[in-house]
């Protein structure tokens, strides 16, 4: 039995489930791929701000995804609870209703940024 289980029996299953599997883990990755690149774009139409979201003279308000890009890319350039730090971007969410931006404190003369708390 083992024999003609190995010699007749696997060959044929071999034969009709190898194309099966093929075309399967095709799908699936052509499947995955799609939903992958759907996830990088952003929405088509921007969401409603509130009044006075992100003042422009201390952030940049994106086009469609109803974030305030603060001016003063720096960990501190965000004040709030749920402000964003990444990859060198200080920025936040309109769903967030204390959050700021804050201007970029003035640069003495050897080009660091001054602590204005220790000025005070």
């Avoid at 080009?111 to 220790?118: F, L, N, P, Q």
Wanted: include cysteine; aromatic fraction near 10%; glycine fraction near 8%.
């Amino acid at each position: 039995f083992r024999r003609w289980l190995h010699t007749q029996l696997l060959p044929i299953i071999s034969s009709i489930m190898a194309p099966f599997s093929a075309n399967a883990t095709i799908l699936f990755m052509a499947a995955g791929l799609l939903a992958g690149a759907q996830a990088g774009y952003a929405p088509k139409d921007a969401p409603k701000l509130p009044e006075g979201f992100c003042p422009s003279d201390t952030g940049i308000v994106t086009a469609t995804t109803g974030e305030c890009m603060c001016n003063w890319q720096h960990k501190d350039g965000c004040v709030g609870s749920k402000c964003q730090y990444q990859m060198g971007l200080s920025w936040y969410h309109y769903s967030c209703e204390d959050c700021k931006c804050v201007a970029e404190p003035p640069k003495v003369p050897n080009g660091r940024v001054r602590d204005i708390e220790s000025d005070m």
